[in-house]
């Protein structure tokens, strides 16, 4: 690994320890759904369950968690959360279209309150032009809306730090949410 690559990791992990290590995020996340009886469901692609796994790290998370995906494969996204193949094709797989139609799909097909959903390129592999390594595009979405944004992480963090960094922005998206429609 090279010396700038190997900073840039090292910087990311010693600037988001504290928060990781005391479930900042995740602590909010769980009183707001809570306080607000509401149920949660996940949608991860490039995340591959990171925002689970994360929300579940919270003792008596199955007051909220409803029912968690990791649809990796277009064909899951399109059978398991209804996305729609054309979506993908016109957008590609990794675009706040699809975000949206995974997280919303979600909400269709399940009876719970929130959805949130990811998908991304976490690298090496997998860039185009218009679509570098670092980007990961996130849905949340209710009953009444959902919000779509794009983020792009930096592409010399390894790929299991490229993860843990679009979580990061994943709960930060949510809790976001949750504040805006909940508190």
């Avoid at 729609?84 to 269709?108: C, F, H, P, R, W």
């Avoid at 670092?134 to 299991?160: D, E, H, M, Q, W």
Wanted: with cysteine; charged share 20%.
């Amino acid at each position: 690994m090279c010396i700038k690559k190997l900073f840039v990791n090292t910087f990311f992990i010693i600037k988001n320890i504290f928060p990781v290590l005391f479930l900042t995020k995740e602590k909010q996340i769980a009183k707001l759904l809570i306080k607000n009886s509401l149920k949660l469901s996940t949608a991860e692609s490039c995340t591959g369950g990171l925002i689970s796994s994360r929300l579940t790290d919270i003792s008596g998370s199955s007051a909220y968690t409803f029912q968690n995906f990791v649809t990796y494969a277009n064909e899951a996204k399109v059978k398991i959360l209804g996305v729609n193949q054309e979506t993908i094709d016109k957008y590609g797989v990794v675009s706040e279209q699809v975000a949206l139609e995974m997280a919303e799909g979600l909400l269709n097909k399940y009876k719970f309150d929130i959805a949130i959903s990811t998908t991304g390129i976490a690298g090496p592999l997998g860039a185009t032009d218009t679509k570098p390594v670092g980007l990961v595009c996130i849905a949340v979405s209710n009953r009444k809306k959902t919000k779509t944004f794009s983020y792009k992480a930096n592409p010399l963090l390894i790929r299991p730090i490229m993860k843990y960094a679009f979580t990061i922005k994943a709960l930060k998206i949510l809790l976001e949410f949750l504040k805006e429609n909940y508190n």
